[in-house]
């Protein structure tokens, strides 16, 4: 029994190893074809950092008043659940 475990624990973690060694290779070509594409729309690191930063600075104040917004609605109408606040109150779920 513990042969047949200590095997089968051999075989997934080979298979694991395999699978990880796919993902890193992946990320290494993403990250060399985000590097070229940069390069052709003239983008460095300094300005893509930046938009970076607008970008989910902007996400996060969109995100704070959605929260914000259904908040107010709790406050109005008591607690209900959060789906049936989405439908009858027109706000977009968070999915």
Known sequence: MNEKNATTGQNRRDRFEVQLSE???DLDILKERLNEELKELGIDQSKARQLL???YKIEDES?????TEKRKIEDD???ISRRKMEVEHGIPSAQ
């Open 23 to 25: 993902m890193n290779s």
């Open 53 to 55: 930063s607008e970008y």
């Open 63 to 67: 995100d704070f008043c959605e929260g």
């Open 77 to 79: 109408t008591g607690k």
